[in-house]
């Protein structure tokens, strides 16, 4: 079952520190940038992912085609892609053994959180870190408060 509940997603927030963004877009009314730009305001070091934007850069990070091709591992992957584009991307993040999966408002599969799940991985579906965080009174990493 994902981690959705409130106390849950306020642990993931507050442990995570680096997030692979699958579906990252370099046209800044597009959610994906939005989010982007709000996670790095709030101290995550965030690493799109893009294949039609590979090794362009995004908000200063420099865009991969595909979790694979990270050059370092990354504590979250958040999903900005249709429902039905997620599954290759569930199958690398189990390979690679990422601690949490995070698919975006209206990413919905639930075959592929029960399979991240059972492989040991915490799963958030249909829900917005850029809400949670504020939501939550979560503080910037690093911040004194």
Same mark, same amino acid.
């Given at each position: ?33 939005? %989010?982007?730009?709000?996670?790095? #305001?709030?101290?995550?070091? $965030? ?6 934007? *590979? =090794?362009?850069? /995004? ?40 601690? %949490?999966?995070?698919?975006?408002? #209206?990413?919905?599969?639930? $075959? ?6 059972? *492989? =040991?991985?915490? /799963? ?22």
């Amino acid at each position: 079952m994902p981690s959705n509940q409130p106390d849950q997603m306020r642990a993931i927030l507050e442990s995570v520190r680096t997030i692979a963004l699958v579906g990252a877009s370099e046209k800044t009314h597009r959610p994906s940038h939005e %989010v982007m730009e709000f996670m790095q #305001g709030h101290g995550y070091r $965030v690493i799109p992912v893009n294949p039609r934007l *590979a =090794g362009q850069k /995004v908000l200063g990070e420099t865009v991969y085609a595909d979790i694979t091709s990270l050059p370092e591992p990354v504590d979250m992957v958040e999903l900005f892609l249709a429902p039905e584009r997620t599954d290759a991307v569930i199958d690398q993040a189990i390979e690679l053994k990422v601690p %949490v999966i995070w698919m975006q408002i #209206g990413v919905i599969n639930e $075959v592929g959180a029960a399979r991240a799940e059972a *492989a =040991g991985l915490t /799963v958030v579906m249909d829900k917005c870190p850029k809400q949670e965080i504020p939501r939550q009174g979560i503080p910037a990493i690093g911040s004194d408060l």
